[in-house]
């Protein structure tokens, strides 16, 4: 099982990034995943979900803060999924991580590395 994040970055107050997550090693099609962030100090926050195939890929955002900001969506031919995230604001900045959030242990238990969000001017 592997999950890689990337696309985080330095961006200005106002700006947007696009976060992906590739993912490996189990039929990605078949689950539902999930963006979380963890700021400094503080709890992983869940941000968006969007399910899996049979699902009809749904989506669901949990972060009030992030609602109307941030988008998920995923391309099952690439095995990847995306958060994009406009209007980012300074107390976006965290670490964000994909997730498979139902399944077996071995995938839901599994973490990437992450990628750092950093919004400053």
């Known amino acids: 099982v592997q999950l890689v994040e990337s696309g985080g970055g330095l961006v200005q107050p106002g700006g947007s990034l696009r976060l992906s997550c590739v993912a490996s090693?189990?039929?990605?099609?078949?689950?539902?995943m999930t963006w979380y962030r963890q700021t400094s100090g503080k709890a992983r926050e869940l941000v968006a979900e969007?399910?899996?195939?049979?699902?009809?890929?749904?989506?669901?955002y949990y972060l009030d803060a992030g609602k109307g900001r941030f988008t998920i969506s995923r391309d099952n031919a690439k095995n990847t999924v995306y958060l994009n995230m406009n209007s980012l604001k300074a107390e976006d900045t965290a670490v964000f991580c994909c997730k498979v959030r139902r399944g077996p242990d071995y995938l839901v238990n599994y973490w990437g590395q992450g990628t750092q969000v950093t919004v400053s001017s």
């Open positions: 969007i399910g899996s195939v049979h699902e009809g890929s749904s989506t669901h």
């Open positions: 090693g189990f039929p990605f099609k078949d689950y539902h």
